[in-house]
């Protein structure tokens, strides 16, 4: 599925590649972010941008699946839309990010007006990523949110766990090579 929606096997292997590296140094495991990805490629978000936004969104998640889940829906939303409305605006707020307030803190518009160009559909795609951007960034207050999370027991726990997952795969890869042929 990851193959069709990545644009072909060679970039589904990259994008998988560095999905897995990112679980095996954060408290994320690979299933999870599998699940995100797929979700944002599935609503159009463009394969060279997932994995900036899945590194932003681990940052904005705090370490929570559930979290990034719901973030990576949400995003996938936003931009098949290509803006922010105010049921997407409540499920980022439900998640622990709001990006009209980073938005409002770093450019000085004010909420009023933000909320304004929301309700009026004039609050795109773009600028909710920059205000990730902003967030995640250093200075932001979400800036190494995952990698802070990661050092945790449970981010450790989680670390190993799919470094043994990784392994168990690699192990079971012959195995799987051998039956195919004769599954078939």
Request: hydrophobic share 40%.
């Amino acid at each position: 599925q990851l193959n069709v929606l990545a644009g072909g096997a060679d970039k589904a292997q990259g994008l998988l590649g560095e999905l897995k590296a990112m679980g095996s140094s954060s408290s994320y495991e690979f299933p999870a972010l599998a699940e995100g990805a797929k979700t944002m490629l599935s609503f159009g978000v463009a394969q060279d941008q997932v994995m900036p936004i899945m590194r932003q969104l681990g940052d904005l998640a705090g370490g929570s699946s559930e979290k990034m889940a719901s973030l990576g829906l949400v995003m996938g939303q936003i931009s098949s839309m290509g803006r922010l409305t105010g049921g997407d605006l409540l499920q980022l707020i439900n998640a622990g990010f709001n990006p009209l307030v980073t938005l409002s803190e770093k450019t000085g518009e004010s909420m009023e007006s933000l909320r304004k160009r929301m309700e009026d559909g004039a609050l795109g795609f773009d600028e909710v990523r920059q205000a990730m951007t902003i967030a995640t960034s250093e200075g932001g207050k979400f800036f190494g949110m995952m990698e802070a999370q990661g050092k945790t027991t449970s981010g450790l726990l989680s670390t190993l766990q799919d470094n043994v997952n990784e392994v168990f795969a690699a192990l079971g890869q012959p195995i799987n090579d051998a039956l195919k042929p004769v599954l078939e």
